[in-house]
């Protein structure tokens, strides 16, 4: 007698994801206009995407994974091959590398710039600076920096606390930063719908 084995393959659908388009979205709770808003989204957030239909596209969020639905003519699917890391987005501790965005108007400029690493090797424990530059027409110069830390998770950062240089004397922040990496643009980050360019791509 002859034995056949029956093999179960199980296949996994790669997520895909959207990032959107504009500041101040809507996400609601049912796919019309007329549905409730459970939360605003800014430009560059990054969304899981799980489906599409009559014009709406039903999405869930990457750091709390509450779902809801968004016009999809307010969201861009990213490439498949450019699927969000947020690991990517840490340097090594000493790193002068980091993520740029320059504000420039007629009688000063502010230069603004976002760098990450790890706390230890391993862990997803994640420290921060922001460091802001200002520069006015007479030559004066003045730069601030400012110390996060939180965690990195599969799709974005999210910053929780503040601290020294040296990570001691945490405070929590009342609203979480989120940092999210897109290619909605060109290659960077956004936070609170500012677009920061890498630097190593500029």
Known sequence: MALIAVMSVTCVMAEKFVAVKKDGVNLREQPNTTSAVVG?????????????????????????GKEAYVSSALVTVLPEYSTPDAEQLVRMPDSEVGFENAQRGKTSETISLWRFWKQAPEGNVV????????????????????????VVKPYCIVLTETTDYEGNNAEKLETPIIIYQTSLDKSGIYVDGVFFMDQDSM
């Open 40 to 64: 605003k989204a800014t430009k560059g957030m990054t969304l899981i995407l799980l489906g599409n239909s009559n014009g709406w596209s039903h999405v869930k969020d990457v750091v709390e």
């Open 127 to 150: 420290m921060a600076c922001l460091s802001e530059q200002y520069n006015d027409v007479s030559g004066r110069s003045q730069t601030f920096e400012n110390y996060y830390r939180g």
